[in-house]
């Protein structure tokens, strides 16, 4: 369920309309503990960037300075973190392509980050989707898999086209392409480390039909259809409900 934002003034910054939208947030959930899920590690990063004078723009890294997002990969406490963090930079206006804009300066991107030290469930939801604490928790558990359990969820990868197509139709019929494209991007970052780029798929398929978990019943995806792109994962990691806590953070 989408949310109705209040309308703001006109001329208010980007940074400025974020923390009104979270105190709106905050207000309207009532009896109920209002944390962030990420905490983002602003000071490691600025103190790795040397406060600008390590930060580059256009690409993510030439070995002596880094964009701010690898930065941010390097810094991030939990495993994945930085990978769930871009794509909600991504959705809301800060993300890589804001770094890498010929019209941001370091002082710009420090505010914009500053201002996005945590991000919020609402936050997650708008760019995962209602399904979103366990396309969290996927995402960092995918990002920790070790060289054996990757070779294993390769292997189980079979072919799995006609389950796929039901996901990718269900998520159009649902309007749910960008929480897919956000998904996509998040994962491949998660599973580039070269011990994990073999299990990609078996990831992709487990958190693409959580994407699209609520769905089943409608727009030709099935129970069989989920069963069979999660199997790989289930098989080699367990029951993805066991990686997710009310809070959407790992157990």
């Known amino acids: 369920m989408g949310v109705d934002w209040p309308l703001y003034p006109v001329g208010l910054r980007r940074v400025e309309v974020h923390l009104l939208r979270t105190l709106d947030h905050m207000m309207t959930k009532e009896n109920e503990m209002n944390e962030p ?121 079979a072919a799995r086209v006609a389950a796929r197509d039901a996901a990718r139709v269900a998520a159009r019929d649902a309007v749910r392409v960008t929480a897919r494209d956000a998904v996509w991007d998040a994962v491949w970052a998660a599973a580039w480390d070269a011990a994990r780029v073999a299990a990609r798929d078996a990831v992709w398929d487990a958190v693409w039909a959580v994407v699209v978990q609520d769905l089943i019943g409608q727009h030709g995806f099935t129970q069989a259809h989920y069963d069979t792109l999660t199997g790989p994962w289930v098989e080699v990691i367990g029951p993805i409900d066991e990686i997710t806590t009310s809070k959407g953070k790992q157990t």
């Open 37 to 157: 899920m990420i905490e983002v590690p602003v000071d490691d990063v600025l103190e790795r960037l040397n406060h600008g004078d390590n930060w580059m723009q256009g690409s993510w890294s030439d070995g002596e300075k880094e964009c701010w997002y690898q930065a941010l990969r390097q810094c991030a406490p939990q495993k994945g973190d930085a990978f769930i963090i871009e794509q909600v930079g991504a959705k809301f206006g800060f993300g890589v392509d804001f770094n890498d804009n010929e019209a941001t300066t370091f002082d710009t991107l420090k505010q914009e980050m500053v201002g996005h030290r945590q991000i919020w469930d609402w936050e997650l939801e708008a760019t995962f989707g209602p399904n979103w604490q366990q396309v969290v928790a996927i995402i960092r558990r995918a990002a920790t898999l070790t060289d054996t359990e990757a070779e294993r969820a390769a292997a189980r990868v």
